[in-house]
């Protein structure tokens, strides 16, 4: 079920699988403590300590909350691409790509902040 106080443009990412443009999301450059739920839902799905600055231009994170995210081969655009979607609504959140830190998961979640919503820790 859609959330009735979602915006037209995150309907569009997490509804019809749209991308923000590089380097406009509004959590790209959030560095405080807390976690990132879905925007529709509320499920929590990253937490801050696994959130990361890849340059890629959208927030990225080495790992997601256990079982928060289901994954799907995307291979539209001519590309083949590992889709993250909310495991609670099912929304659109981004990509999963094997350039993350090494020293971690290896994982890099290149997620539309569209997606999302932050709760700052207490």
């Not at 995150?10 to 560095?31: C, D, I, M, W």
């Not at 993350?100 to 890099?108: A, E, I, L, N, W």
Request: aromatic share 10%.
């Amino acid at each position: 079920m859609q959330n009735p106080q979602l915006s037209p443009e995150q309907r569009n990412v997490l509804f019809n699988k749209a991308t923000e443009a590089p380097f406009s999301g509004k959590f790209l450059n959030v560095h405080k403590n807390g976690t990132y739920v879905c925007a529709n839902c509320g499920a929590t799905l990253f937490t801050s300590d696994h959130k990361y600055d890849s340059h890629c231009g959208w927030p990225s994170f080495d790992d997601s909350v256990t079982s928060a995210v289901n994954y799907t081969v995307d291979t539209s655009h001519g590309m083949i691409r590992t889709e993250a979607t909310c495991a609670t609504c099912g929304g659109h959140l981004g990509h999963v790509f094997n350039d993350g830190p090494k020293r971690t998961t290896g994982k890099r979640y290149c997620i539309n902040s569209l997606a999302l919503d932050f709760t700052p820790a207490p």
